[in-house]
């Protein structure tokens, strides 16, 4: 599932000007010059990717006590840094 998630990404991330990510999941058909340009409802549910999303964290370091926005990802930009 987590696999066919990343398939997910990478394939959305090849097109550019796709403002809203449930256009990959609509019900409505595809158009030539509005919308995602396929449907990925065959591979998983829109709701389903979105609960992945919501999950996926970046770090295991526990939330701190004050308002860190960047703190999902901060650890990852240290080691990258």
Same mark, same amino acid.
């Given at each position: 599932e987590f696999f066919t998630?990343?398939?997910?990404?990478?394939?959305?991330?090849? +097109?550019?000007?796709? =403002? #809203?990510?449930? #256009?990959?999941? =609509? =019900? =409505?058909?595809?158009?030539?010059?509005?919308?995602a340009p396929d449907r990925l409802n065959d591979y998983m549910s829109g709701r389903r990717f979105e609960d992945?999303? /919501?999950?996926?964290? +970046?770090?295991?370091?526990? /939330?701190?006590q004050y308002n860190d926005r960047?703190? #999902?990802v901060r650890q990852m930009i240290e080691a990258f840094n």
């Open positions: 998630f990343l398939g997910c990404i990478f394939y959305t991330a090849c +097109f550019e000007g796709i =403002s #809203d990510r449930r #256009d990959w999941w =609509s =019900s =409505s058909p595809v158009e030539r010059f509005r919308g992945i999303i /919501q999950a996926l964290r +970046f770090t295991n370091i526990p /939330q701190p960047f703190h #999902d």
